[in-house]
Nanobody
C-alpha cells in the first residue's frame, strides 16, 4: 500500500511560480511511474505530467510544456512539479498519482492517488 500526500499549493499571481511536492509512504515508490493531474471546478480531471520510475523520461500535456517540470527523488520518496509562468487557467486542484506501468499513468488508470492540493492563480 502506498499513501501519497501533496503539498505546496497556494495562491499566486499570474506569471508566478509554485513547486508542488508529493511525498509517498512505503518502500516501493521507485517501482511506480508517477504523474500529476489537475481538476478545475466543473471540469474533468486532466493529465498534466508523468515521469518514469527512474526519472529518465518525462511527458507533458501540451498546455504546460515549457512551463512545468516534473521530477522525482527516489531516495526521498518524493515527486515534484515545478510550475512557472502560471496562468489563470492553471488554477485547479492538483493530484499526484502512482501507477505500476507508464501507460497506466498516461491513461489515468493509476493505482494510488493523493488527496490533492489547491492552486489558485490570480489575474
Amino acid at each position: 500500500q502506498v499513501q501519497l500526500v501533496e503539498s505546496g499549493g497556494g495562491l499566486v499571481q499570474a506569471g508566478g511560480s509554485l513547486r508542488l511536492s508529493c511525498a509517498a509512504s512505503g518502500r516501493t515508490f521507485s517501482t511506480y511511474a508517477m504523474g500529476w493531474f489537475r481538476q478545475a471546478p466543473g471540469k474533468e480531471r486532466e493529465f498534466v505530467a508523468a515521469i518514469t520510475r527512474s526519472g529518465s523520461t518525462t511527458y507533458y500535456t501540451d498546455s504546460v510544456k515549457g512551463r512545468f517540470t516534473i521530477s522525482r527523488d527516489n531516495a526521498k520518496n518524493t515527486v515534484y512539479l515545478q510550475m512557472n509562468s502560471l496562468k489563470p487557467e492553471d488554477a485547479a486542484v492538483y493530484y499526484c498519482a502512482g501507477g505500476r506501468t507508464w501507460n497506466s499513468v498516461l491513461q489515468r488508470e493509476c493505482d494510488y492517488w493523493g488527496q490533492g492540493t489547491q492552486v489558485t492563480v490570480s489575474s
